[in-house]
């Protein structure tokens, strides 16, 4: 190792010590135990007493959970207030609140300053302190006296209750990533790149003024003590968001820490995304073995024409391997004439006599193959010994070396989906990257996981921007939610929305040629249809 290196280490390896013995970084000041109380009322609807919260919605006040509208929905998590629907949402912080001079709406309603008797009447009412009503876009809300007075309590403190991170000068993100073990030289790499990018960044003055400062935070040695260290990172060092944080094997362990500690996760590393319903703050770059496998039976369907031959999808049985094909069944849906036909079987156990005899039963000229390397080749094998020779789709993921011993008769009949390929690097990108590389002695090795993090750092920092110098979570989220084909130069465009977490939604499918013992690209990125 070089001196270089090993300092870098040790600089890696320190960094998370450092932060947690001084303690939280740019976060905000504690809150009491009542403000507390307030904040998960305001942004979660939900009393942590185990009271009954209850919205009263519209003019027939419509009964709903308080957690379906929370404050924070419409007042966002400063209390400034977040046009929805053509209806925007005053700001609600305490300052504001109680201004001596009282209050002149845009609709003419006037009434004097709030005190938090008046608070409580309006949230219960919906009378303003002089009476008037307003308007009932607003839910009223019921709950105990003591759940308002923490709600209160923590309206009189929003606007200094800041995201962790943030200072005026500062923001402090962070990475999760294996510095030491089998893994160690993949992550040492990554954090060098996210360090080299973020060096660079503040050297042309940072985003709005503030620095980036990365703390990497390390792997456990096991699954427990990594998502332990992580939760101890993010609860007391300070971090504002993830980026580009090694997730293989964690995926929904991790998300599920980061939906309790609400952290948002731009760009992680991993071979196929968690559950991105339930963790809306969490931004993937590439696509996962869903998206590919529907990008699959787009294919298939495009090769076999307007006359397209039965399907045969075969995998063991397994709850990921049920997701995929229940992805490629829904892609097919309506759109070949008859179902794709099943074959199931317990792990290890395929019989690829039946799978072969099975091919010809029903004259499939296709077969979506989601196992592992030693039953791809039985099954090819098998599939040529019966005289068939259907297409053959396969994930890049589960494929350990690319089939060039196949049998000849499959020469261009095996296609692979890829979440990327080395064609995603335009020119400008491959510059950038090997400028950096140079300049910050980057390492030789481990380079897709290089790039990946490079990319990452690259979305964040669009994001940052885009959320602007008042900067949130939310903001960062929303800022996020706006890109559409984003370039970074490294991948494929990325594209967002409240409804996709997924930027590149598709795959790159290469078909292998026998012959030569090569692959060729099936046109370029196929975008989901």
């Known amino acids: 190792m070089t001196r270089r290196r090993l300092s870098v280490m040790r600089c890696l390896a320190a960094s998370l010590c450092v932060a947690l013995l001084l303690g939280p970084f740019g976060a905000a000041l504690a809150l009491s135990e009542a403000e507390a109380r307030g904040k998960a009322i305001y942004f979660q609807g939900q009393s942590t007493g185990g009271g009954s919260i209850e919205a009263l919605v519209g003019?027939?006040?419509?009964?709903?959970?308080?957690?379906?509208?929370?404050?924070?929905?419409?007042?966002?998590?400063?209390?400034?207030?977040?046009?929805?629907?053509?209806?925007?949402?005053?700001?609600?912080?305490?300052?504001?609140?109680?201004?001596?001079?009282?209050?002149?709406?845009?609709d003419g309603r006037r009434h004097p300053a709030f005190d938090e008797a008046s608070v409580a009447r309006v949230l219960a009412s919906g009378l303003d302190p002089a009476d008037n009503a307003i308007d009932r876009a607003m839910p009223l809300y019921r709950m105990s006296d003591d759940d308002m007075a923490d709600l209160i309590a923590y309206l009189k403190v929003i606007e200094s209750d800041l995201d962790p991170g943030i200072s005026d000068s500062t923001l402090q993100v962070g990475s999760l990533l294996p510095l030491s073990g089998p893994r160690a030289r993949l992550g040492q790499a990554m954090a060098q790149v996210l360090h080299a990018h973020f060096s660079d960044l503040n050297a042309r003055g940072g985003?709005?003024?503030?620095?980036?400062?990365?703390?990497?935070?390390?792997?456990?040695?096991?699954?427990?003590?990594?998502?332990?260290?992580?939760?101890?990172?993010?609860?007391?060092?300070?971090?504002?968001?993830?980026?580009?944080?090694?997730?293989?094997?964690?995926?929904?362990?991790?998300?599920?820490?980061?939906?309790?500690?609400?952290?948002?996760?731009?760009?992680?590393?991993?071979?196929?995304?968690?559950?991105?319903?339930?963790?809306?703050?969490?931004?993937?770059?590439?696509?996962?073995?869903?998206?590919?496998?529907?990008?699959?039976?787009?294919?298939?369907?495009?090769?076999?024409?307007?006359?397209?031959?039965?399907?045969?999808?075969?995998?063991?049985?397994?709850?990921?391997?049920?997701?995929?094909?229940?992805?490629?069944?829904?892609?097919?849906?309506?759109?070949?004439?008859?179902?794709?036909?099943q074959v199931r079987y317990a792990p290890g156990e395929l019989d690829t006599k039946a799978l072969a005899a099975t091919v010809g039963e029903h004259g499939a000229g296709a077969v979506f193959f989601f196992d592992r390397q030693p039953g791809l080749d039985a099954a090819l094998d098998a599939l040529e010994a019966a005289g068939q020779a259907p297409r053959m789709y396969l994930l890049s993921s589960l494929v350990s070396e690319?089939?060039?011993?196949?049998?000849?008769?499959?020469?261009?009949?095996?296609?692979?989906?890829?979440?990327?390929?080395?064609?995603?690097?335009?020119?400008?990108?491959?510059?950038?990257?090997?400028?950096?590389?140079?300049?910050?002695?980057?390492?030789?090795?481990?380079?897709?996981?290089?790039?990946?993090?490079?990319?990452?750092?690259?979305?964040?920092?669009?994001?940052?921007?885009?959320?602007?110098?008042?900067?949130?979570?939310?903001?960062l989220v929303e800022g996020l939610e706006a890109l559409y084909a984003f370039r970074t130069g490294l991948t494929p465009p990325l594209t967002y929305g409240p409804n996709r977490r997924i930027g590149a939604r598709g795959a790159h499918v290469v078909a292998i040629d026998l012959a030569n013992k090569t692959y060729q690209p099936v046109g370029g990125w196929h975008e989901l249809r």
């Open 59 to 106: 003019d027939e006040e419509v009964a709903l959970p308080a957690s379906a509208v929370p404050c924070a929905g419409c007042h966002g998590p400063d209390g400034l207030g977040r046009p929805e629907g053509g209806v925007l949402p005053p700001d609600i912080r305490w300052s504001t609140l109680t201004k001596v001079y009282g209050h002149v709406h845009e």
């Open 402 to 475: 690319l089939p060039f011993e196949a049998p000849p008769v499959f020469d261009d009949r095996i296609f692979i989906a890829y979440p990327t390929l080395s064609s995603d690097i335009d020119d400008q990108g491959r510059a950038a990257y090997r400028d950096l590389a140079q300049r910050h002695g980057l390492p030789p090795e481990h380079v897709q996981a290089q790039i990946a993090a490079y990319a990452a750092a690259k979305l964040l920092e669009e994001g940052l921007r885009r959320a602007g110098a008042r900067l949130d979570r939310t903001r």
């Open 207 to 341: 985003i709005y003024g503030r620095r980036v400062e990365l703390l990497t935070v390390p792997y456990g040695e096991s699954a427990d003590a990594t998502l332990d260290t992580l939760r101890d990172a993010l609860r007391r060092a300070g971090i504002f968001a993830l980026v580009g944080a090694y997730t293989v094997g964690l995926d929904e362990q991790i998300l599920d820490v980061l939906r309790t500690e609400q952290v948002p996760l731009v760009g992680p590393f991993t071979l196929d995304p968690g559950d991105q319903l339930s963790n809306a703050a969490v931004f993937y770059m590439y696509p996962g073995f869903d998206e590919q496998a529907r990008t699959l039976a787009d294919q298939a369907l495009d090769i076999a024409g307007s006359d397209p031959a039965p399907i045969v999808i075969v995998g063991p049985q397994g709850a990921r391997v049920d997701r995929v094909i229940a992805a490629v069944e829904d892609q097919l849906r309506g759109r070949t004439p008859v179902a794709p036909v």
